[in-house]
């Protein structure tokens, strides 16, 4: 059971590059998220989805897209990166229900320059 | 919006010591609190979480309490050790559709020697 997988765990881009962060759950989990967290920051919501099709828009999703084709995966893309994209980037998932445990990801250390 | 504030945003303290993290949050029309802990390089751990229902939660030398209508929570560390030293961040889920944390910046611990 490896819970939930991100890769890449580190990447620099250049300026207008794009590029897939990949997020893979085990755990049969219906809701996913993608955050972000800036340097002494909390953690922002970026987008989300309750079931394989379904995808939706959190606090901060402009310039990212995300797709859910298969329960296990939610990949986010970046288009035409940028300075401000420089973050960490987690991936979440829980079974649907308030009163459930949310796993998280280890992360993706994104520096665009 | 919700608001979560967590003060302080960084404490030491030496091992041994009782201390209490604070969480505090602008809109009491939650579902449930959840407290994480960050390791460096790391993801969140999941370590509490309370109902909205629910007083308080306790796991081993932790213990959570919730004061929804005053919009307050508290963790609480029992006789802390050099282990503890990590990012603890507070959470909270609305009542709207897609289970969405609402995270806040976070209280810094180092217990020290």
């Known amino acids: 059971n490896a819970g939930v997988t991100q890769t890449p765990k580190f990447r620099i881009l250049k300026i207008g590059q794009s590029m897939t962060l990949q997020c893979t759950q085990d755990m049969n989990h219906?809701?996913?998220?993608?955050y972000r967290q800036d340097p002494g920051m909390g953690l922002k919501l970026i987008y989300?989805?309750?079931g394989a099709g379904i995808?939706?828009?959190g606090e901060v999703p402009n310039g990212?897209?995300?797709s859910r084709s298969t329960t296990e995966d939610f990949p986010l893309r970046l288009e035409l990166a940028a300075p401000s994209q420089t973050s960490v980037y987690f991936c979440a998932s829980t079974y649907g229900g308030v009163g459930n445990t949310i796993y998280f990801g280890e992360g993706s250390w994104l520096t665009v320059v | 919006?919700?608001?979560?504030?967590?003060?302080?945003?960084?404490?030491s303290v030496?091992?041994?010591e009782n201390l209490v993290l604070n969480c505090s949050f602008t809109d009491s029309a939650i579902y449930?609190?959840?407290w994480?802990?960050?390791d460096p390089g790391k993801g969140l751990t999941s370590l509490l979480l309370i109902q909205s229902s629910q007083r308080e939660q306790t796991s081993g030398r932790l213990n959570a309490s919730l004061d929804k209508s005053s919009g307050r929570s508290t963790l609480y560390i029992a006789a802390s050790q050099p282990g503890d030293s990590a990012t603890y961040l507070c959470a909270v889920i609305i009542t709207g559709g897609g289970n969405k944390l609402t995270f806040g910046t976070g209280t810094q611990l180092k217990v020290e020697l």
């Open chain 1, 48 to 50: 989300y989805s309750v």
């Open chain 1, 30 to 34: 219906n809701y996913m998220y993608w």
């Open chain 1, 64 to 66: 990212y897209n995300v």
């Open chain 2, 1 to 11: 919006k919700q608001e979560v504030t967590q003060i302080p945003a960084a404490l």
């Open chain 2, 36 to 38: 994480f802990r960050q």
């Open chain 2, 14 to 16: 030496p091992e041994g």
């Open chain 1, 55 to 57: 995808t939706d828009k």
């Open chain 2, 32 to 34: 449930n609190l959840q």
